[in-house]
């Protein structure tokens, strides 16, 4: 299992056809293939050797993805970089990963200096942007120019692809280590369960760095279909592109479905190309995708889910289990079915398996699987066991065999002896008609230990009090699960790079000069 | 990449779905699971250790699919026996690859004498028939019931699933080494390239212990869906099956949807449940793929193509390519493009790769690919260069990357300097419309080394002469690679055991004392 076969096999199936569209770039697959060849030769003579990590740290482009296979395809590993790291985070991973060779686009190169300061690793940076090249920079169209194409390095199967920072919001980050295996694995069950057809073409909205997108990307080269990049998520350019370019497929996590929604562009908008829109990285409240459903008519919705450290995609969610009525009803609030490469299991602290029903750690097993976490034997001693990644999400498995996931175990809340799973929480407190969004996190209680604590948005214009949400819960979920307190916002919830809710950020203030249990 | 991890999927995400049905029997897939298990225990009890083979000489059953994967849950290598095989070459086979123990079946337990007559090698054989359990033989029931289920091995990746003996007709047959990535890869493109949707519902009409039905198996389990199976091909029993048990999906190779079309229960069954015909083994004439698709009205047609070493598929026509009219036209005569999880090239005798339109011969890498030959590194090294495996086919891609086979180079016909490939011969002699079927194969001749000689089966009542084949060829082809001498026979062509013609049998009264170049 070779990435780089993929393209070559890509160019051969569908040689007239486009593999990239970007701004008023357009290159068919034999064109991207040459020029994957050509930047692998110039990262050769630009000093990198077999199994050498190359970072970027760039927008969505084009050149994007020819950093990804053409580093591959030079027989190096790649190391996209996280957009919202601050540079000493930057510097901390090139450190940590000894990157010699960076790659930046025009709205980062400012950030370089800042970053060298903090790291004297890096040797190289090539600028892959469109304005001039700064000063001690490489320009990407010209090494490219400048070099041949070189044959394929052949790396593959158990061979490092890519170290992908993850969980730098609560510590350092760690390198998850993903082989050419993981990556391919677990695109090829995207294509099947995203229903990926040959030919199919692909929105990149979602940031380029992250797993999600990049299993996305592999799975659109796998149906030989066309990538439409647009550089950043905004609701109206991802409108725009829709109406434009009419991909098949777009990711997206549930808050730009709700921007996009939410746009007044958006009735104005053509989407009927859309065939697909799969969502995750974060859940999805049921009044959501209702809307979605409903606004994005004809398309289906199909959720992926995962981590970094599973290439990142487990179960999937398809489109004819996104329902309200039926024997799938109900299945709306799962995360889906174990992808056909892998197998889940749900294990109590002792690592005994559980059956159906019962809340456990949900861990996964199979080829999608990181070879461990970079330089951090401890971490991936602790993370792998038996072959089995420990996800750190608690969740069950119903009868049907869908994954139901409850929460991190750290944003488990603990309360008075009981287990409460805040997404249970947030979404009873969310099917209140005036709440635009909710974070359910625990507070530090003497009598309890925890107690809940709902962190609200209301919609604009609306009334409900503290009192109208805690009466709401009742109707709705046990007592000991329902709100204690409820906290009016109005500013939006930090979020992570993968758009979850820093939970860790909204607690800190309760938290300050105390220590949480951690599960 | 673990085969056994398929069906432990299946059984979480279909739990209540039918695994198997098989005369009056039927199993959901955790009852499958845990006859597996069981069997592996019994399996283990009766001596199988890590990495020893276990052979099965029998039709298809539901038993045969729980040997699969029972044997490799023990942490076994399976080894299907070909069905057409004498007790010699069974013998042979079982020596080669060092087989303590056998199970058979009511068809095949009467061979066991003449094959222990020739071996002294197996030391337990198991009776999984449904008559009374012969002297000397251990009862497939009754072992399962003594044994409890064991632990999954746990063997997958690189580790050897399965010896599959190939290429018997042509001397001492090769025992194929597939490692699990490699059946688990080509079934993972199969599932996508077939359109096997989530629950498809297979038909067992092929034999199981050949690779093509074997690869249709992995798919169908990776779709969590249902193995129908029927003992072994006959056209009546297979329509039967399709109006009884309304498979989606099933395998046929030419020669069997001609004998299904030409029954006279044809026009009596309902086949309206099958979504997708499989073909593959053999090459099939448009003549009969047009009236095939006419017939099976609402079902697709796709083919595939590939050879035991390659887990066995390495290129699918998918169904939207079987067209007459459109941009697509012309590819129904191809064997379609690569799949996604392999690459191809036409290479020279040099190994130089060819562009697109010239033929040589057809190269094929990937995770699909065999691990060797047992006991024969010689072909092996033959066989496999810098990870591509040598089909021995003759072959080229068009410029849409399209894989016509033209011949096995050793059917190549080599006359007075000029190639003739007789694929390309039978498909002019097949439009003739008297013409039933074709082989053409070349006899030696004084003057031109060979020359081209069509066998021809007429339909019945047809009178073409000689000359009026020959004639008719004339206005397809080059005159040099007309047949220079036809001959008609009422008689069906020898099959081999995948039913393909067997021209070495055909040539052989031609070639008697003489030596035939080798390609």
């Given at each position: 299992m070779q990435l780089t076969s993929i393209i070559k096999r890509a160019a051969q199936v569908?040689?007239?056809?486009?593999a990239t569209v970007y701004k008023d770039r357009k290159q068919t697959w034999p064109q991207l293939v040459e020029r994957v060849g050509r930047l692998a030769g110039a990262l050769q003579k630009a000093g990198?050797?077999?199994?050498d990590r190359v970072a970027m740290l760039g927008m969505n482009s084009d050149r994007f993805i020819e950093y990804l296979f053409g580093v591959m395809w030079g027989g190096g590993v790649v190391m996209p970089m996280n957009l919202r790291w601050a540079p000493p985070e930057s510097a901390y991973a090139i450190d940590n990963a000894g990157v010699k060779i960076l790659i930046v686009d025009d709205a980062f190169e400012a950030m370089v200096p800042a970053i060298r300061e903090r790291t004297g690793n890096i040797k190289t940076v090539i600028f892959a942007g469109d304005r001039e090249t700064p000063m001690d920079m490489m320009n990407y169209e010209e090494i490219l120019e400048a070099a041949d194409p070189v044959p394929d390095a052949g790396r593959g199967n158990e061979d490092l692809a890519g170290i992908f920072y993850t969980g730098g919001t609560t510590g350092f980050p760690k390198g998850a280590m993903l082989p050419h295996r993981g990556i391919y694995s677990s695109s090829l069950s995207c294509v099947w369960g995203f229903d990926l057809t040959d030919r199919a073409s692909y929105l990149h909205?979602?940031?380029?760095?992250?797993m999600a997108d990049i299993a996305m990307m592999i799975s659109t080269c796998l149906a030989a279909g066309t990538h439409i990049i647009i550089p950043m998520f905004n609701p109206e350019a991802t409108l725009e592109a829709i109406e434009a370019h009419r991909p098949t497929h777009v990711l997206l996590v549930p808050v730009m479905i709700r921007m996009m929604l939410e746009s007044p562009e958006f009735d104005k908008?053509?989407?009927?190309?859309?065939k697909r829109i799969i969502y995750g990285a974060s859940s999805i409240t049921e009044s959501l995708l209702v809307k979605a459903m409903e606004k994005f008519a004809g398309c289906g919705f199909a959720q992926g889910f995962g981590q970094t450290e599973l290439s990142?995609?487990?179960?999937i969610l398809d489109?004819?289990?996104?329902?309200?009525?039926?024997?799938?009803?109900?299945?709306?609030r799962s995360a889906g079915q174990a992808t056909n490469t892998c197998e889940i299991k749900i294990v109590d602290p002792a690592g005994n398996e559980l059956p159906a029903g019962k809340v456990g750690e949900i861990l996964v097993k199979g080829?999608?699987?990181?070879?461990?976490y970079w330089n951090n034997p401890d971490q991936t001693a602790a993370t792998i066991t038996d072959g089995w990644v420990h996800m750190g999400d608690g969740g069950y498995l119903d009868d049907d065999g869908f994954l139901f996931v409850v929460d991190r175990l750290k944003d488990m809340i603990v309360s008075g002896g009981e287990n409460v799973y805040s997404a249970e929480v947030e979404n009873a407190v969310t099917q209140?008609?005036?709440?635009?969004a909710c974070a359910v996190i625990g507070i530090p209680s003497k009598k309890w230990g925890e107690s809940v604590h709902a962190i609200v948005i209301l919609n604009k214009g609306a009334k409900a009090t503290e009192d109208d949400i805690k009466k709401f819960c009742h109707t709705l979920i046990a007592g000991y699960k329902c709100p204690w307190t409820v906290e009016f916002r109005t500013e939006p919830f930090p979020l992570s790079?993968?758009?979850?809710?820093l939970k860790t950020e909204l607690r800190k203030p309760f938290w300050e000069g105390r220590t949480r249990r951690v599960n």
């Open positions: 569908n040689p007239r056809g486009l990198m050797k077999t199994g909205a979602a940031p380029m760095f992250h908008t053509d989407v009927s190309s859309l990142p995609v487990c179960t489109a004819k289990h996104h329902v309200l009525e039926g024997p799938y009803a109900g299945k709306l080829p999608i699987t990181m070879l461990g209140h008609p005036d709440v635009a790079a993968a758009n979850k809710v």
